[in-house]
């Protein structure tokens, strides 16, 4: 009689502890015969199994993408206050920290495909020279997100970076278009570029931080003053603030094998404490992202980060 299968088991893991004369002695079945039971079970099953990998690959799939397409319709559907036509939002930080590439990754992300408006460099002093304000194109050409970026200079711990004043004064909506930065001397009152009365739509609603998470601990102190100095007059004026760590795939080869990864790499956490403690921004204020600069296809994985911030 043909031998249940679990005895056979059974059988067959006694035979590896077993003598060779017990397989004579009919005692226990041999392993061929499992074997061949085994790749029977197998074959039989093996289509299911094929099945069940797809629909679970398939399903973590539409989790993914409905997470993105949940975020993207936050942003298409985001109205600002009544009051205003459109959200202004600050990028400042040091050179080459990724500010111009965020705009083009944050226009990347909404329309689908990788665009580069904000010219990007990189170059040890700041390549953005000029103070300019990128509105994100919606659907047709007439029509806009509502909300703007507006690109600066980069900050430096000497006198070759953005003013600190002139932060102060763009948050302030007294910088006007194309303003050239001077690093020697802030933008004067009696200078054309100067906005005298600014109306609430020039001022800036959010500061965003922009640091490179691979170069966190080379930012010095001085750095850290003029930033902090910047926070203490946007706090004065009520102005909420975040900060973004780009370069993620640079910080982290965690990170640059696997994006999901990014906000569960030890290192990439200590990175947002650094700033954490350096800011006092709080860590739900602190966003990684990897901008769009060389790719020329959008990833699901670099639009999740860039919206989620
Ligand atoms: N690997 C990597 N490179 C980046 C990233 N963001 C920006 N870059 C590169 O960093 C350099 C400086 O970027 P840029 O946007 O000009 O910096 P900005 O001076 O702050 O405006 C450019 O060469 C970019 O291509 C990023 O997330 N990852
Ligand atoms: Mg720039």
Known sequence: MKPHLCDSVFRYYQASQCKPDHFQSGLVVQPSSVLFVYSVIFCAFMPLLCKLYVYTQSYLIFLLNSERERDLQLVRDYKPHKDVEHLRILLHGPPAAGKSSFINSVDSTLRGKTTARALAANAPKSFTIAYRTYKIQKGNPDTFYPFVFNDTMGLQSNDQGIHLEDIKLAISGHVKEDYRFNPKCPLAETDPNYRGSSTFDDKVHILVFVICANTVSLIDDATWRKMNDIRAAARDKGI????????????????????????????????METVNVNLGLPLNCIFLVKNYHKEIETDDGVDSLILKS
């Open 240 to 271: 909420p603030q975040i900060a973004i760590m780009t370069k993620i795939d640079e910080a982290c080869p965690e990170v640059k094998k696997n994006i999901k990864n990014t906000y569960k790499s030890k290192h990439m956490n200590d990175q």
